[in-house]
Each structure stands twice: as structure tokens, then as C-alpha cells.
């Protein structure tokens, strides 16, 4: 038999229980025929000698937002300022290479912590952009600093101005803004930006997918699309549409929608567990459709907010903040009847719950669906699982709900997080170990650009737990290198819905490889490992030793 491609002399880890290695692989039409002597007798159009490279499952990195880190990298790279005054020179320079009056100035990247914990002063801000409209992101993405230009853009400093439910416009005790945005309030500034292009959104999707490949992802899941202020434009699905056809899309990609892209849509009094009603896409458009190259996931919905900017719900005052427990981003009672109304319609459900008493609520109503309901297309999913009691280990692992918490983040944010919560409760933060052994699904995720998709880093700090200052963050939650790359591909997989086509490497499976320089079971530190080559379909991706993607 003539096949597409064989790779062989390779160390190939398949995460298969039934055959967990071999040394050579062939595919034939985008999927896997076979291993080792399966091959005999076969040739093949290219064959791959890998000289003992390892070859894993293609890396499936669950939680991200590919759109909003590709928009920015053509923004102003903030996470390398030191001192407010660094990041006041990047803005100045930026100024002034901006002809346009009126520009907008973007800047991503922005971490308190690398100023002394102080934020830029609105003043200063001014002074610098004059006229210019403002946005600058945060690392955690749930707030954004902004200038007096943007604000009056914005109605913020209109006469009877009020926040918008589950966010807010910070302000001084004078009552002055201070140029900080909290959480859904960030949407008044992204409003004015809305909708980006059609063709903003591929080349976006071009460069951010083809920077993954480069990661060995070859699959990812987009954490909300279309709606609320982490959506792009009411046309973002046939943005990807259009990315995928036209070679622009490096990546299988899954796209939750945003609870507030959905509509109330009516059918048949039998229909939607006979009520005839809920909330979801014209034409019954369902979680799922699609195909291998591109679907749509379960429906993503912000509970709370975030650990860094102390707006995760949580049960106990954050550290250095009295009377602080954060908050949930709108009434538990509308989540429940809005998640209801868009569960009886089909769609399966991903909750960002970072905080305890955010957990709680979603695991509530998670829990409420599916007892009245049953279950959806996919598994439901509470995203990030940042605060975890260890009570609440054990409901969710009764309920089936996969969780995907950032080991990304140990290692630039760990420090921080842990003076947030302090030492009491450190053993709660994004958690592992306790996950895995309650029995629950755990994907792995970058939350990009949150953290950056470097997969072999994420993979050393679910082993190691170590931060940026070399703290421990939660020494027992450690997991071993193996249930580490599991994380990224098995149970990636099974938290996703794709299990029955990537994860692991088994005939019938599709052809998704990322092939390292050392095997990651046995590396001192998987974080040295290089990327050698990605594989997508039996089509290299990326291959190290011309730097290109195809």
C-alpha cells in the first residue's frame, strides 16, 4: 500500500492504554493507518526519519482566545516595562510614530506587578496621548486602563453615568476616574472598537495559529465568539469559516459562543424538553456542528471575575483587602434561568467560575441541568477552577463536569496569586493532583494571553509547581509528567468532545502529531524541550529547521 506519510525510528508515546509506544507511523488520508509492523509492505510519498525525536498526540490547548491575541500583536507590548515610567516611554514613542489624529493607541500585556504594584496615573496618561482614544489590557484580561479621551468617548463622564451590571468604571474619592475598567464594563470601551472586520479577524487568526503551530497545537477551543466584550463581531464564525477555506486557519478550532449571542428562539411546544422555547441560533444551529476542522462548543459564560484584579467570588476576604470578597457578575438567579433556557435548546455549557463561590454556583447549575435535562452533545465544563474547597471536589466529580484550570499560570502569575489568597488557602489554587485523583477531567489551557501557549512549560509546571520567584504553589498538586501531557491531550480531548478523534494516537484517528526533541516522561525539565515539527492531518505545520509553518 501507498501511503501519504510514514515517520519512523521515533519514540512515539500514542497515550493509548492498549499500546502506549512504538517507533514508526503511517497515515493515509489525513488519519492514522497504523504502527510498526503494521507498515510491513507499505511505502510511502514521504517518509520521515526522526533519528529518536519523540512524537506525541498533537497538543489540544482548551481554553484561549486566539482572536484577541492575534489583534494584539500589533499592539504596543507592554509586558517588558519595568517601572511606569518604561511603559509612559512605550506610549510616548507610539504617539509619535502615529500620524493619524484621533488614532487609537492599543497596549496589551500590562501586569500591576512589574510596577511596584501601582497602576498608570490618568494624568500622566493624558498628558502623553492628548486626543488619542486609550486601551490598554491587562495580563488577566478582566480589566483595562484607559485615558480621559476614551472615557468621554465612552458616556462614562456624562451626567448620571452608571456602571454597567457586573463591571465597573473606578473612580478616586473625589469621585474622579482613575482610567481603570473593571471587568463587563470594559465592553463601554470596546463598543467603540466593535465590530472588527471580517478580514481584521483572518489575518488575526492567520498569525495567531500559525505562532500555535509552532507551540505543537494543532487544535484549540476559542472561549467565547460573537458576543459580550470577549466576542469580536456578530459575523465571527464566518470569520474562522473564511480563515479555514482560504489556508488561513493553522489549527482545528472549537468556538463557544458567548451567552450573549444567543437569542430566544421558538419551536414546537415539544421541543426543548417541552417548553418550546430557549435561547440559542437561527435554524436550531446546534453545539457540535461543524466538522473536524472547525465546530462550535458548548456556550461560554462569565460568572465571576478575576483572581489578579480581586474580582473572583470567593468566601473569604482577599488578603489586603478588607471587606473584599469580589463578586459574581450578575444575579445567580438570571444565570441559572438563562443557562436553563439555552441548555433546553441543546447547547452544553462552559463556566468561568474562578472564585469558591463562583464554583459553587456553577457547579449548581450545571448540576440542575442535567438532572432535569440530561446531557448535551459535549460535556459541560466550569473553565479555570481557580479557588477550589476541597468540598467541592467531590460534586463535580459526581456530576461528570470537566474542569480546565491554567498550570500556564503558575509560573508568571503564581506569586501573586498566592499574596492574593494567602497561605491558607494556597493548596486551593489550581489545583492538579486532587482533580485527577476525585476522578475529574482536567484539560489544559493557556487562557492566552493570559499565559503564554508554550505547552512544554505548562506541562513542567503541572509537575513541578514552581513560580517565577521559585515559590511552590501547592507542592501536593503536583502531577506526574504523564497525567501532565494528558492534560493536553487525552483528557484535553474528552473535555472537548473530540476524544473519539484526536487525544491519543490509534488507528482511525486523525494524523495530529507534535514532535519534541526529548521524550517528556523522562526530561529533567520539559520546559528545555524543543518543538521539532507539528503535524495537522498527515501536513506538517511547522517544521523547526526552516522556522516555517505551511
Known amino acids: 500500500m501507498k501511503l501519504d506519510l510514514i515517520l519512523t525510528d521515533a519514540t512515539i508515546l500514542t497515550m493509548d492504554q492498549e499500546r502506549p509506544t512504538a517507533s514508526s507511523v503511517g497515515v493515509l488520508n489525513g488519519r492514522i493507518v497504523g504502527f510498526d509492523q503494521d507498515l510491513d509492505g507499505c511505502s510511502a510519498t514521504r517518509v520521515e526519519h526522526l533519528h529518536g525525536a519523540t512524537v506525541v498526540p498533537g497538543f489540544i490547548d482548551a481554553h484561549c482566545h486566539t482572536t484577541w491575541w492575534g489583534l494584539g500583536l500589533g499592539a504596543v507590548d507592554l509586558s517588558s516595562a519595568r517601572g511606569l515610567e518604561e511603559l509612559y516611554d512605550l506610549l510616548a514613542v507610539e504617539v509619535d510614530r502615529l500620524k493619524e489624529p484621533g488614532a487609537w493607541i492599543n497596549g496589551t500585556g500590562f501586569n500591576h506587578k512589574n510596577h511596584g504594584g501601582e497602576f498608570p496615573d490618568i494624568d500622566r496618561l493624558d498628558a502623553i496621548t492628548g486626543d488619542h482614544p486609550l486601551y490598554l489590557r491587562h495580563v488577566s484580561g ?69 505562532r500555535y503551530a509552532a507551540e505543537g497545537i494543532t487544535s484549540f477551543t476559542e472561549a467565547g465568539i460573537g458576543g459580550g466584550w470577549i466576542g469580536h463581531s456578530p459575523l465571527e464564525l464566518q470569520a474562522y469559516q473564511t480563515a479555514q477555506a482560504s489556508g488561513q486557519l493553522h489549527c482545528r478550532a472549537q468556538l463557544m459562543p458567548a451567552l450573549d449571542a444567543l437569542r430566544p428562539i421558538q419551536g414546537n411546544d415539544d421541543d426543548m424538553h417541552g417548553r418550546g422555547e430557549g435561547l440559542g441560533f437561527d435554524l436550531g444551529l446546534p453545539s457540535g456542528f461543524g466538522n473536524e476542522w472547525l ?51 441543546g447547547w452544553p ?40 474547597r476541597p468540598d467541592q471536589l467531590e460534586p463535580v ?38 482533580l485527577v485523583d476525585a476522578g475529574i477531567t482536567v484539560a489544559g489551557s493557556s487562557d492566552l494571553p493570559v499565559a503564554d501557549n508554550n505547552v512544554r512549560r505548562a506541562l513542567q509546571s503541572w ?31 474528552r473535555a472537548t468532545g473530540t476524544l473519539a478523534d484526536k487525544g491519543t494516537l490509534e488507528t482511525g484517528k486523525l494524523a495530529d502529531f ?31 529547521t526552516n522556522g516555517s509553518s505551511a
Open 514 to 544: 507534535a514532535i519534541l526533541s526529548g521524550n517528556p516522561l523522562t526530561a529533567p525539565d520539559i520546559a528545555a524541550l524543543d518543538v521539532v515539527a507539528t503535524i495537522m492531518g498527515g501536513r506538517f505545520t511547522y517544521q523547526a
Open 463 to 493: 509537575v513541578d509547581r514552581t513560580t517565577d520567584d521559585g515559590a511552590t504553589m501547592g507542592a501536593s498538586e503536583g502531577l506526574t509528567p504523564e497525567d501532565a501531557l494528558r492534560t493536553y491531550t487525552e483528557w484535553a480531548a
Open 142 to 210: 478582566h480589566l483595562s486602563i484607559t485615558n480621559t479621551a476614551t472615557l468621554r468617548l465612552a458616556g462614562a463622564l456624562d451626567p448620571g453615568f452608571e456602571n454597567p451590571e457586573g463591571g465597573a468604571v473606578l473612580r478616586d474619592a473625589s469621585g474622579n476616574p482613575t482610567g481603570i475598567i473593571e471587568e463587563a464594563a470594559q465592553s463601554l470601551v470596546q463598543n467603540l472598537l466593535l465590530p472588527y472586520s471580517t478580514e481584521q479577524i483572518v489575518t488575526a487568526l492567520d498569525d495567531a495559529t500559525t
Open 349 to 388: 455549557i462552559a463556566l468561568h467560575a474562578i472564585g469558591d463561590v463562583a464554583i459553587d454556583l456553577a457547579t449548581e447549575i450545571i448540576t440542575a441541568c442535567q438532572d432535569r435535562y440530561g446531557q448535551n452533545a459535549l460535556p459541560n465544563r466550569i473553565e479555570h477552577f481557580g479557588i477550589a
Open 295 to 345: 465546530s462550535l462548543g458548548p456556550v461560554k459564560v462569565f460568572l465571576d471575575g478575576s483572581l489578579l484584579g480581586a474580582t473572583a467570588a470567593v468566601t473569604e476576604d482577599y488578603c489586603g483587602h478588607r471587606h473584599n470578597t469580589g463578586y459574581l457578575l450578575g444575579d445567580a438567579q438570571d444565570f441559572h434561568e438563562k443557562v436553563d433556557a439555552a441548555y433546553r435548546a
Open 397 to 434: 466529580a459526581r456530576a461528570g463536569i470537566a474542569v480546565t484550570p491554567q498550570a500556564a499560570f503558575i509560573g508568571p502569575l503564581g506569586d501573586q496569586f498566592m499574596e492574593r489568597v494567602g497561605p491558607d488557602r494556597v493548596p486551593w489554587l489550581y489545583r492538579g493532583r486532587s
